[in-house]
């Protein structure tokens, strides 16, 4: 947000510059003034160099770095065209199949790189019979929505009285 003021405000300086009226929004008179009577070899010049060298090089590094995907890309029969779907939408939609389950309940799940954990709620009477229920119904969710990475499914079933 800072660098799209700055831009806008030297776009605005150039331009109303140009036109001939300068506006003036940065009173840069000083600094100009400054500038003209101080060499390349200046301190001050150096420093400022190198801070923005420093800032350049910052910038660089987190445009070159891949953040966390944002979207779960899927698996398609065209090669042409390119799906995804987002993962939050992933996660409702694999926590859906994890509910659909009798006796399960409340299912929460959360993504790593090639494992899907689910956290579900059932009876303590029934957990092994619900864990592999769910782990099943939830891999053939990941079936049908076909993720470009394979997903390892591990359910972590979390009891209740009853």
């Known amino acids: 947000m800072l660098l799209t003021a700055a831009g806008t405000i ?26 003209r009577h101080t060499s390349w070899t200046h301190w001050g010049v150096l420093a400022i160099s190198a801070g923005l060298v ?42 859906a199949a994890a509910e659909d389950v009798q006796d399960a309940s409340r299912a929460q799940v959360t993504l790593r790189r090639h494992r899907v954990k689910v956290y579900v709620h059932c009876p303590a009477h029934a957990v092994d019979a619900v864990s592999e229920q769910v782990r099943r119904s939830v891999a053939g969710r990941l079936e049908e929505i076909r993720p ?3 997903y390892k499914v591990v359910v972590k079933p979390l009891t209740r009285k009853g």
């Open 10 to 35: 030297t776009a605005i300086e150039v331009v109303s510059g140009v036109a001939g009226h300068p506006a003036r929004l940065v009173p840069y008179t000083r600094v100009a003034d400054w500038m």
């Open 54 to 95: 420093l800032v350049g090089l910052w910038f660089l590094l987190a445009g070159l770095i891949p953040g966390r995907p944002r979207v779960v890309p899927l698996r398609g029969d065209d090669r042409d065209l390119a799906m995804a779907v987002t993962r939050g939408g992933f996660r409702n939609a694999l926590a």
């Open 148 to 150: 470009l990475a394979r």
